[in-house]
């Protein structure tokens, strides 16, 4: 089980959104928080993204360049400039164009041009995943110079798409978009030195951790203890739960629950599978043990949280 891309899917609600943004300078955008992870890429040209101060977290602006990406959690407001004093506006229906596989907007001056991506993944960020609860809040990776040559690559396939449409570009651009996002997590993984890993960085990568994280997420239904984990992992009962706390952030039991509970979501949402399969699936013998489960998770019955996200 790939425990990356399992963990994005059972937060994704939608599609991405996205929108080419052209700017000559001077010129500034600002843009408002999103509910989910925004992200940019430059393709050519350079700017500034300045984070707006949003409580307690205080993050100094950003000049970027070409080939660049920036990735932001929570999708918190910011502004993106030609350079951090430019004054910024609010995008408006005018400044957006047609003739492309995405939106566009073009604003600013005569001055030197940038072009960016922008856009935001679709998560629920009221339950994320503990794996992009502990990423930065603003991740920036610079893809020139052979560094991240899948990341780069796909941004190079973005931008000669965009540039010049062709049959096809309506369908290859939104999926090389899509796959952005795991190139992004991926080449950030990759950033972290083993060393000085902490958290999810460390856990993918554990010896006793990683195993049992794959195991929890191959077969959730499975009657996992501590004790069966702690064996696949080669460690005694108390030393592998304290080794997994400390990375994942909470003990394998609350883990697997939480991984249970986000499966049962799922499959709620995405098919039509009876009560008695879902609960079968993610580990209950029953359909009122699970629905009792469920309910103490999301705080409603399972049927009806599947008419409601239905509905919505």
């Not at 000559?24 to 430059?42: D, N, S, T």
């Not at 041009?113 to 009221?126: I, M």
Request: aromatic fraction near 6%; charge should be negative; hydrophobic fraction near 40%.
């Amino acid at each position: 089980m790939d425990i990356l891309t399992e963990a994005l899917a059972s937060m994704r609600t939608g599609h991405p959104a996205s929108v080419r943004t052209n700017g000559r300078a001077p010129w500034g955008l600002r843009l408002p928080p999103v509910a989910g992870a925004g992200f940019h890429v430059v393709l050519y040209g350079t700017c500034w993204l300045i984070p707006l101060d949003e409580g307690s977290s205080r993050l100094k602006p950003i000049p970027l360049s070409p080939g660049d990406v920036v990735f932001l959690r929570d999708g918190r407001g910011h502004i993106l400039a030609d350079h951090p004093s430019t004054p910024a506006e609010e995008p408006n229906d005018e400044q957006f164009e047609g003739g492309s596989p995405i939106g566009s907007v073009t604003l600013g001056g005569d001055g030197p041009e940038t072009s960016l991506l922008c856009g935001n993944y679709h998560l629920d960020q009221g339950r994320p995943h503990p794996l992009v609860r502990q990423l930065p809040e603003v991740i920036h990776l610079a893809t020139r110079h052979g560094r991240h040559p899948e990341l780069s690559a796909a941004v190079q396939l973005l931008g000669n798409e965009l540039e010049n449409p062709r049959i096809g570009s309506d369908g290859i651009v939104p999926t090389l978009i899509d796959s952005l996002l795991l190139y992004i997590l991926r080449a950030w993984l990759d950033d972290q030195p083993p060393a000085a890993a902490q958290g999810w960085a460390a856990a993918l990568g554990d010896s006793a951790v990683a195993p049992a994280l794959s195991a929890m997420h191959d077969d959730p239904s499975a009657q996992w203890t501590v004790e069966s984990l702690a064996e696949r992992a080669g460690l005694s009962r108390a030393a592998f739960a304290r080794r997994f706390a400390a990375l994942v952030g909470e003990p394998p039991m609350a883990y697997l629950t939480r991984w249970r509970m986000t499966t049962a979501a799922r499959l709620l949402r995405e098919s039509d599978a009876p009560l008695t399969t879902v609960a079968a699936r993610t580990g209950y013998g029953s359909e009122f043990a699970f629905a009792k489960a469920f309910k103490r998770e999301y705080g409603l019955a399972p049927g009806g949280y599947r008419r409601q996200v239905r509905a919505a």
